[in-house]
């Protein structure tokens, strides 16, 4: 965005209009070489947009509401201490699991592109660890899932970055 301001503007672009056949590669497909039509930028930005308010919210839902009270209804003693080391670990864990899921990803080459096998994959290890978060009722174990759905969760928001 900042290379359209008008302070990054270089003296050949102050000459005037470039020539009809150079193109800003920023607005042409990756994939057929031809430049997004409207719609499909509109399509795109629509579908990153759902995908983001849907994901974040499952996944802030479940650490911030459903969490505490699991923790709350299996009867620990202090649940808020649980809570704390539970997310403590959980926090370590995403610290290093996606520098480390977001270089592999990014070796991957596949026919399916290079994030969508851990897009999908991820997906699967998210809803075990869902599912354990409501079997477990001990802080090791509930750490231990919540850690193994955080895992899983590392490939949507590698997908989600910019950069």
């Known amino acids: 965005m900042l290379k359209h301001h008008k302070l990054f503007e270089s003296a050949t672009d102050l000459a005037g209009p470039a020539p009809d056949s ?3 590669p920023d607005t042409l497909s990756p994939e057929t070489g031809k430049p997004f039509s409207k719609l499909t930028v509109f399509r795109f ?6 995908f983001a308010v849907l994901n974040s919210a499952a996944f802030t839902i479940n650490g911030g509401n459903l969490l505490p009270q699991h923790l709350k209804d299996v009867g620990m ?3 808020t201490a649980a809570y704390g080391v539970i997310t403590s670990a959980t926090s370590l864990v995403s610290l290093f699991a996606g ?40 802080t090791l174990n509930l750490t231990l899932a919540y850690c193994f759905n955080t895992l899983g969760r590392m490939p949507f928001k590698r997908q989600c970055m910019p950069f």
């Open 77 to 79: 003693g202090n649940p």
């Open 99 to 138: 520098y480390i899921w977001g270089t592999m990803s990014d070796k991957t080459r596949s026919r399916f592109g290079k994030r969508t096998p851990w897009i999908f994959w991820g997906s699967l290890v998210a809803g075990v660890g869902l599912y354990l978060l409501g079997s477990f009722q001990t």
């Open 22 to 24: 150079a193109v800003n």
């Open 45 to 50: 930005l629509a579908a990153f947009v759902v």
